[in-house]
């Protein structure tokens, strides 16, 4: 073996001559990419000139030797826009004190008081360690992080897994918390104290805020080699500040159900009508239920889902979601989507408060808490490259209805369009890439 | 073939891989019946028991020689199929029992490629000489079986004979199979190293679980026939990507054969290639 580099020609040579003419494409091998990137540009915009948000994601998977994968995150969300505060829309035109308590604004006659000053910019940062335990165990630990201008979240996460059964189940548990800070724009209002003037921060609190705990318990089964099902558990608790700082509630006429005026103070802007800051109790408990059916055939892959969640706020949510993939040929696919989602009101839902009555411990006029159904329709298209990599772009369609109950009203509120409903596109393009 | 044997095809059709997974089989069985040096009555048989005597063989197993001379004379001797008889004194079972020199020198008398007489079709070995193409039949046998598939239909196929695999380019929209490396050492591991292997050969030589330990030294099984002790200082396990399985798994044995060599003799020959020298941590039990 002295002269070397002939040796792998003349192998060649007495290899064709051993095999025969067989027809040999050259080899074509190489060591799986250890960086997987997932990218995504995602774009979700609210009718009438709400919410819109444009959001980066990036998505770094680095696998290790023995199933060891470390998972890095980044996202970056640029938020502008308008969304309602909670007061009640009426037939006049109505000003409030902005959330700095600096300046006014004023929503014309009979439109949905929205707060205008809606930008932000937010940074989450995440990073998983995931590796098997043993032969039949894997655990996981992450922490997360993100900032945006006026709330801090610090959280940290560990998960553990076991198969069973010939690794057919798959038992796991997975318990995460966070701690997180709000420091609102002009501090955060207390509770159920009246918006004042401009420039009268009495009533603010500096920052604020919350613990949460989740525990999911959660048990994969495949069925058979088509089918795979799951059942998870999870309990979140909230504790601390859950207010929604920027959140308002009208106090109206109990006849008319419109908002009460609020004296002016000579020489001061302040707001046109009484509202008050919102009230929401300091604890949350969420119990939820989801379930799941994967079922592959043939490139085919139909994913059904359903969740149902409870919570001591007295709201009840069920969500049914189902994508289908359908392979056009090796390289893409489509996938259509449909989400069905509805949930009951939280028992402080109060789309307005009446004047001269005792005021309840809580109130809240947020949509979010109030009963609405929505309905999401989406088409996904995805595409792959020659060396594996992936193309995708998605786009759907969100609408929320919200209804108010009659009982929640307030004198002759009834008919009115109190509730403000949602209409929303989302748009995502991604590309996933090994390096 | 002394180890598991799958066909991996990319169709939706059953009835199609069942076809194509009992070519590959009946061809595995074949040159396993044809070259083992196990079983009685076949070529292998006859001309390890010739005492002496020429062996008339048939044109594919005179190929197969004429293959094992090349090899034989690339590789300076180092790759002999003659060498199969220094098993009788190393029995590389993880103990510590080592033969003495003497012993080896005995045994070492029927070894040697150059003392056969090869004149196709007339096989004449030295008595008490043998030949085993144990270093060779797997891949072969991958070769060929991949071969016949490709006569019969074109759809995605991979052979993977007990490690030693070739595949033809994967389904459409797949960027290639991922071949995980068995880790070093202990078997049912997880997965060492995942290749992605578009088309052609990966095979893998080593001495995982084939090795004497005495008095700290570690003895691969892999054995110089030229001194008749095994070779030092080679990787625990060289995984080689080449054209066909048969090249693929001949530069790896050459680049074991090479011991501290390995790695830069395949690198000059700018093969690619995957080797492993360090005794692989546990994980956390």
Partial sequence: MTDSRTIASTLAAATCALLGSTVIAPVNAAEEPVWEFDTALLYYGESDDRVQDLSLNVLAVRNFVDDHVLTLGLGVDTLTGATPIGAMPFDGPQTFTSPSGLQVRSTPAAEIPLDDSFLDTRVALSANWRQPWGRLYTVSGGVTASKEYD????????????????????????????????????????????????????????????????????????????????????????????????????????????????????????????????????????????????????????????????????????????????????????????????????????????????????????????????????????????????????????????????????????????????????????????? | MGSPCEILVGTDHKDDATKLAEIAAQEAWRVEDKFSRYLPGNIIHRINHSVGEAVAVDSETSELLDFASSLFDISEGRFDITSGVLREVWNFDGGDKIPDDATVAQVLRRVGWQKARWEAPLLQLQDGMQIDFGGIGKEYAVDRAAALLAEHSEVPCLVNFGGDLYATPPPEGFAGWQVGVDAVGVSGTRNLKKIRLRNGALATSGDARRFLLKDGRRFSHILDPRSGWPIEDAPRAITVAADTCTQAGMLATLAMLKGADAEAFLTTERVTFWAERQARAMSVP
Avoid at chain 1, 386 to 397: D, I, K, M, P, T
Avoid at chain 1, 412 to 425: H, K, T
């Fill in chain 1, 151 to 435: 709330y801090l979240h610090l959280g940290a996460n560990l998960k553990l897994a076991r198969d069973f059964n010939n690794r057919n189940t798959t038992v796991a548990l997975r318990l995460a918390i966070a701690s997180d800070e709000l420091d609102p724009v002009g501090g955060a209002p207390v509770p159920l104290t009246a918006m004042g003037d401009i420039n009268d921060l009495s009533n603010r609190l500096s920052s604020e805020s919350k613990d949460i705990v989740d525990i999911v318990f959660g048990v994969t089964q495949i069925i058979n080699r088509n089918l795979l099902v799951q059942v998870n558990y999870s309990f979140s608790s909230a504790d601390g500040y859950l207010n929604d700082p920027y959140k308002i509630v009208s106090i109206v006429d109990p006849l008319s159900g419109d908002p009460v005026p609020r004296p002016a103070t000579p020489g001061l802007d302040g707001p046109s009508h009484q509202y008050l800051f919102e009230s929401r109790p300091d604890e949350r408990t969420k119990h939820s239920i989801f379930t799941q059916a994967k079922y592959f055939s043939a490139g085919r892959v139909l994913d059904l889902s359903y969740r149902y969640m409870s919570d001591d706020w007295d709201i009840d949510s069920h969500t049914v979601d189902v994508r289908y993939r359908w392979p056009l040929d090796g390289r893409q696919y489509v996938e259509p989507h449909i989400r069905y989602y509805t949930q009951s009101h939280a028992d402080f839902y109060r789309p307005s408060l009446a004047a001269n009555t005792l005021l309840p411990a809580y109130a809240s006029a947020d949509y979010r808490l109030g009963e609405f159904d929505a309905v999401t329709v989406g088409l996904k298209y995805g595409w792959k490259t020659e060396s594996g990599n992936e193309w995708s772009a998605r786009l759907e369609f969100y609408r929320a209805d919200g209804s108010v109950p009659g009982k929640l009203l307030v004198g002759n509120q009834a008919g009115r369009e109190i509730y403000p409903d949602l209409d929303a596109i989302i748009a995502q393009f991604s590309y996933r890439f090994g390096k």
